[in-house]
């Protein structure tokens, strides 16, 4: 069995991204145990990178060893009792992930959906909490599989006068948009590296504020054999995953350090790598770096003579979603593009299989480089299926909003 070496893929699709090589030397530092006093250190001071990130005094601001998908979970399985009311506003593939896993922990889940390429408005949201009269609404910012953004800057103040909790699945945004969760009154977020944090996915990064703390709390469960004498768990029915207990991981981030699971050490390392590149670069930095990318990608894409698609209104700056030409094989364009470039771009989902391209410009990517290389390579494969175009003109156009800046 030979060794391990892959090819050095540019990953240009939806995520996971090119971790920064800062990262990666990150994960190569010696392993320690979890509760050496060092390895403590670090935990607090990944808890204090990420309110930086999230924006936010959160205390519980931690991480969720796991992809992304775990710190949704742990969200929903934390907050949701069997029962509960809970709205999903479906703009994608992920807001169906949502119901899914609601409904998995009993909750009464009312999914709400709009065509994809479109968001919701306020009012539309207002309208459904107010008929739906939810414990808590769980929400995309941004649905990598339509490209499409949520506003949500009015959606926390609409949850709180109707007394719900406010979800939000920060994946495909946390880094590359502005997401102030206090600002917003956001309740609780997630995220995952693998995307605008430029890192590996394995961990997830997770806040919670005073309110979904008093709701976790009080379905506290410690396990026999830690459990001290006369101990009594919370009044609340028991949260119904150990692994994804948050009530069981706070404790094990706070200073009790009440053991839980043995923290994944190296990617420990690398969430605390990615929030420092972050915060070093800053986020209003950081922010217009995805917003350029996104649009030199964009004036490219359509000086190939390509059509984007959805709303552009409300289009991710970090996902660019394109329609495939008529009469263009669009697996047939991608796998030239890996094989022959070394450049990886997705399909999509759904009704968008087949349909559109995706092209993600995140985290480390998120650069000159990688958006021209990529216009190039796609100029030569279309070229070669006789799509009529200007040769030349989509790195051109590029160029030149890069230059313009």
């Known amino acids: 069995m030979a060794d391990i070496n892959p090819a050095p893929r540019l990953l240009m699709g939806p995520g996971p991204i090119n971790a920064d090589p800062r990262v990666l030397r990150a994960m190569s530092a010696q392993l320690l145990g979890q509760f050496d006093p060092q390895f403590r250190e670090y935990m607090k001071e990944v808890s204090e990178l990420y309110r930086g990130v999230f924006q936010t005094a959160n205390r519980w601001t931690l991480l969720i060893d796991g992809t992304a998908r775990s710190a949704i979970e742990a969200a929903l399985a934390s907050l949701i009792e069997p029962g509960d009311r809970v709205l999903v506003p479906v703009f994608g593939r992920f807001g169906h992930l949502k119901v899914e896993i609601a409904r998995r922990f ?145 404790d094990y981030w706070s200073d009790k350090a009440l053991n839980h699971h043995t923290e994944a050490t190296s990617m420990l390392y690398a969430a605390r790598e990615c929030g420092r590149i972050l915060l070093g670069e800053g986020l209003d930095k950081a922010f217009a770096r995805h917003a350029l990318a996104s649009r030199a990608l964009s004036a490219g894409l359509k000086a190939m003579g390509l059509e984007l698609f959805g709303d552009q209104r409300h289009k991710m700056p970090n996902v660019t979603g394109v329609y495939i030409p008529q009469g263009i094989d669009g697996e047939k364009v991608r796998r030239a593009l890996l094989e022959d470039f070394n450049i990886e771009i997705g399909t999509s989902f759904g009704p968008l299989h087949g349909r559109i391209w995706r092209i993600g410009t995140m985290g480390y990517n998120a650069r000159a480089d990688a958006v021209l290389n990529t216009l190039g390579a796609l100029e030569a494969i279309l070229a070669g299926e006789r799509h009529r175009f200007s040769r030349g003109a989509a790195v051109d156009a590029a160029l030149a909003v890069y230059r313009k800046g």
């Open 106 to 250: 009993g909750a009464e889940v009312f999914p709400l959906e709009t065509e994809w390429g479109t968001v919701f408005t306020d009012e539309t949201l207002e309208q459904e909490i107010r008929a739906k009269k939810p414990k808590i609404v769980a929400v995309s910012h941004g649905d990598t599989s339509t490209t499409m953004a949520q506003p949500l800057a009015e959606l926390g103040a609409l949850c709180r006068a109707h007394d719900a909790l406010l979800y939000v699945d920060a994946t495909a945004t946390l880094g590359g948009m502005d997401l102030p969760t206090d600002a917003w009154q956001l309740d609780v977020v997630s995220a995952g590296l693998q995307k605008c944090l430029g890192g590996p996915s394995g961990s997830a990064p997770l806040t919670l504020n005073d309110r979904a703390e008093k709701r976790i709390v009080r379905r506290r469960h410690t396990e026999e054999g830690l459990k001290k004498k006369g101990e009594k768990d919370g009044e609340g029915p028991i949260i119904r995953t150990n692994y994804f207990d948050l009530a069981m991981i706070m």
